[in-house]
C-alpha cells in the first residue's frame, strides 16, 4: 500500500474520534455572505459545536479554490496550488453541484474546512478545496448539516504533519443532545480509510453505519474499476459512504467518492478495498445505525 513519511513523529494513536447524541439541520444559505459565514451562522445560532455538512446547486461569485499540489520544502509532504480563480466571464457565477464541509474553530471563530466539485462560466468542470472567506454567495442554496453541541471540532497545530488540522474535543460548557448517533473523527495519515472505517464502527459499538458529509485526502486513489489516481495528495468528498455486514458477516466500508487530482480534475468511483491510505486528514461524521 502507498505510504508517504511525515516530517514529524506519528502518534501510537491514529483514530481520534468522540461520540455524541446529533441533529439533522436543513437551512438557506443566504446569498451575499461568504461561504464561511453562510454555513456556520445558523448551526452557532443554534448552539452547535461541530458539524459535517452537504450543499448543492450553489452560486458562487467570486470564488476561490486551491489544488492539492507538491511540497514546498521538507517540512510538509504535500501542499497546495496558489489560488485560482475560475475560468470565463469573472462576472458570472461558478454553479456548485456538490460540496462538502467540516463545520469547526480556528482562532475561537467559527470555520469551515470545504471540497467541492463544481462548473466554472466557460463550462469547465473542476474540483478542489474552497477557499470560504473569500467566496461568497451569489444566491440562495440549501444546506443540510449532522451537528453536536456536545463534541466541538477545533483547528489546532498537527506536529506530525506541520498542519493546522481540524479534530475531534470535547465542548465545553455541553449543550443539548439530539437522538442521532455521531461520531466526529479525524483519521491521521498512512491509516486505509476503508479499514479505518471499519475500526471506528467497532470502536463505537456500531452494526453498521452511514458517513455524512465527509471529506479528507489520499494519497493517489485506486477504484474498484482498475482506475488510479496518481499523486502524491487527492482532495476527496464522499458521495456516499457506507459500513455493513458483508456476506462473512464481517463489516467491510464501501465508499463512493469524488477525487480531485492536482489539475482539478475530479474523478468519481469506489475506492477498492484495502488500497486507499490517507495523505494528510480524513475528517468522518459516522452516523450509527
Do not use: K
Not at 22 to 28: A, K, R, T
Not at 209 to 228: H, Q
Amino acid at each position: 500500500m502507498r505510504h508517504l513519511a511525515q516530517p514529524g513523529p506519528a502518534p501510537a494513536e491514529r483514530i481520534e474520534s468522540l461520540a455524541g447524541g446529533g441533529l439533522l439541520f436543513g437551512y438557506i444559505l443566504d446569498p451575499g455572505q461568504t461561504l464561511v459565514a453562510a454555513l456556520t451562522a445558523p448551526l452557532v445560532a443554534a448552539g452547535m459545536q461541530s458539524a459535517a455538512i452537504t450543499f448543492v446547486d450553489a452560486a458562487l461569485a467570486p470564488f476561490r479554490f486551491v489544488l492539492p499540489g507538491p511540497p514546498q520544502d521538507g517540512a510538509h509532504v504535500a501542499w497546495f496550488s496558489a489560488p485560482h480563480a475560475p475560468r470565463g466571464d469573472p462576472a458570472r457565477p461558478t454553479l456548485v453541484e456538490r460540496a462538502n464541509a467540516t463545520f469547526g474553530w480556528r482562532d475561537g471563530a467559527p470555520f469551515v474546512h470545504c471540497h467541492g466539485v463544481w462548473v466554472e462560466p466557460d463550462g469547465t468542470s473542476r474540483g478542489g478545496h474552497m477557499l470560504p472567506e473569500e467566496t461568497v454567495l451569489a444566491a440562495p442554496a440549501r444546506a443540510r448539516a449532522w451537528a453536536l453541541a456536545t463534541v466541538a471540532i477545533t483547528a489546532d497545530p498537527d506536529p506530525e504533519t506541520n498542519f493546522p488540522l481540524f479534530h475531534p474535543v470535547p465542548a465545553r460548557g455541553g449543550g443539548m443532545s439530539g437522538t442521532l448517533r455521531l461520531v466526529a473523527a479525524r483519521i491521521r495519515p498512512n491509516q486505509e480509510i476503508g479499514a479505518a472505517l471499519v475500526a471506528l464502527c467497532h470502536r463505537h459499538g456500531f452494526r453498521a453505519a452511514t458517513l455524512r458529509g465527509s471529506l479528507g485526502s489520499l494519497i493517489g486513489a485506486s477504484f474498484t474499476d482498475g482506475r488510479v489516481v496518481p499523486g502524491r495528495a487527492t482532495e476527496v468528498l464522499v458521495r456516499h459512504g457506507r459500513v455493513a455486514p458483508g456476506a462473512d458477516g464481517a463489516l467491510a466500508a464501501t465508499l463512493d467518492l469524488v477525487v480531485v487530482d492536482a489539475a482539478g480534475r475530479p474523478h468519481e468511483g469506489r475506492l477498492a478495498a484495502g488500497e486507499n491510505p490517507v495523505c494528510i486528514t480524513f475528517e468522518l461524521m459516522v452516523e450509527g445505525d
